[in-house]
Structure formats: structure tokens, C-alpha cells
């Protein structure tokens, strides 16, 4: 992430702090105005241009995104007066602004569903095609995602789960789960481990990779965990962009990759 880029995600985090109204809805006219300007190059061009003044960006936005809530086009407007390292860098932020405004007050069990969602794809491959597959119409996997969690998940981790899977970008679904969930554990100041082993961890092995990962992190660490029978054995854990694959089966397959070289 270039310098710029940093800095205008500062700014936009700023000016979420002073939007006021309902964040649900703030997240979801980010997101939709991210997608907005991705469908449009011209549009993306222009907003992300360093060279451009910042007053005529936020003119722009006035007039293009007039739909939009004013807290969602007050937000846009500092974004877009920003510099950007490069234009996908942009679109990222939106989506980023857009998850954290949804990440509300109640985190914990934002995270604890957005997990549970992530366990019960990764469960269903007939799950993970319908609400991952980039040949099914964003839509219909957005009725999927509602027709399953409503009533049973909060509005906000329902807003965020159908702006991820409307969206047929190429990333995987577990992906885009699992960063969502990073940025809605960041915005309490929090950090998640996702912890993937072939049996369930009892309460006093998960408590101790807790504080093992959070004295690591120095910072307080919500830990999810997948089940996953085909990795024998150990453990692999994910923390960010950082993957610790310690299971069984990553150093049996290593084992044969060095005896068969």
C-alpha cells in the first residue's frame, strides 16, 4: 500500500467518525457507490486523478451521487479529494470505508457471525457456488445470503455479507469473508486469528493460542476456528496476511515434495 493510499484511508476513517445517521445504511451507499465507479472507467479515472482539483472531485460527486444519503456523499467527497497510490486503490478503500461504517457497535457478534457464515460455506460446496460462483448473477447471491440470515444474523453483518457477494471480482468468497472480518475486529482494535484444525479446540487450547497470538500481535485477539479433517493433524492459523501452517498435511506433502526433488 503506497503512502498515498495510507493517507487518504486515514482520511476517509476520519470523516466516517464525523458522519452522523444510521451506519447500516452510510455502509451500504459507500459500497454501492464503489461499485458505481468501478462500472464506469471514465468515472474511476477522474476520481482518482492526483492531478485534478480536489473541489471540482467533490463537485463531481455532488452531481453523480446525488441519490445518495448526505453523510454517505459527505464522506465520498473527502475520499475522492484525496490522493490515491493508484485507482484500485480507491475502489479498495470504499469497500473498506463501506465495511467498517457497517461494523456498528456490537462487533463481537459481527465477527462471530460473519464466521459462522464463512464454516457453513466452507461446509457446502453447493453453498459456495451459490454465493461465490462468478456465473451466478450478484443478485441472486444476495437473496441467497437473505433468504438464509434473516432473522437469525444482525442487519449489519447481513449488509456486509450481500455487498461482498453481490460483487463477481474474481476473490474467493472465504476471502472476502475473512477480510471483512479483520476490519470489523480493527474498528474495536482488535485483531483475528483464524485458526483452521482437523479436530475442535477445547476452551483451554483455544484460550492459550489466544494469548500465545494476542502477546505476538499486542493486541487483543478474537480467535475463529474452521474445522478441517483433511489436515490430519497441528494447525494452520491466519493472522492478516500472514499464514503459520503447521498441520500434518502441509509437512507430509512438503515431505514428498523434497524426497521426490
Known amino acids: 500500500m503506497g503512502s498515498a493510499t495510507t493517507q487518504a484511508l486515514a482520511a476517509g476513517r ?23 465507479i468501478a462500472r464506469n472507467a471514465q468515472l474511476t479515472a477522474v476520481l482518482a486523478d492526483a492531478a485534478a482539483a480536489p473541489a471540482a472531485k467533490s463537485a463531481l460527486v455532488d452531481r453523480v451521487f446525488a441519490p445518495l444519503g448526505a453523510p454517505a456523499r459527505s464522506v465520498l467527497q473527502r475520499v475522492v ?27 463481537d457478534r459481527i465477527i462471530a457471525e460473519l464466521a459462522a457464515f464463512q ?9 459456495e457456488y451459490a ?27 447481513i449488509a456486509i455479507l450481500t455487498a ?27 485483531t483475528v486469528a483464524e485458526v483452521h484444525t482437523a479436530r475442535p479446540l477445547d476452551d483451554a487450547q483455544a484460550e492459550r493460542l489466544r494469548a500465545a497470538i ?11 476456528q474452521l474445522v478441517d ?10 493472522v492478516g496476511d500472514r499464514v503459520v501452517d503447521g498441520s500434518v498435511a502441509t509437512r507430509l506433502n512438503d515431505l514428498r515434495l523434497a524426497l521426490a526433488g
Open 14 to 36: 476520519e470523516a466516517l467518525t464525523q458522519a452522523t445517521g444510521d451506519p447500516v445504511a452510510l455502509g451500504r451507499d459507500l459500497v454501492a457507490a464503489r461499485d458505481a
Open 81 to 107: 479529494e484525496a490522493r490515491w497510490s493508484k485507482p484500485g486503490d480507491l475502489l479498495a478503500g470504499l469497500e473498506e470505508l463501506g465495511i467498517r461504517a457497517m461494523a456498528g457497535a456490537d462487533g
Open 119 to 127: 464454516k457453513a460455506v466452507s461446509a457446502d460446496p453447493d453453498l
Open 131 to 157: 454465493v461465490g460462483s462468478t456465473l451466478v448473477p450478484g443478485s441472486e447471491k444476495a437473496a441467497v445470503v437473505e433468504r438464509l440470515l434473516t432473522g437469525k444474523a444482525s442487519a449489519e453483518t
Open 164 to 190: 461482498l457477494v453481490s460483487r463477481a471480482d474474481g476473490r474467493r468468497i472465504g476471502a472476502m469473508i475473512r477480510r471483512a472480518t479483520t476490519l470489523v475486529a480493527d474498528e474495536s482494535g482488535r
Open 214 to 224: 494476542a502477546g505476538t500481535e499486542q493486541r487483543d485477539v478474537v480467535l475463529t
Open 229 to 238: 479433517p483433511t489436515l490430519l493433524g497441528g494447525m494452520r492459523v491466519i
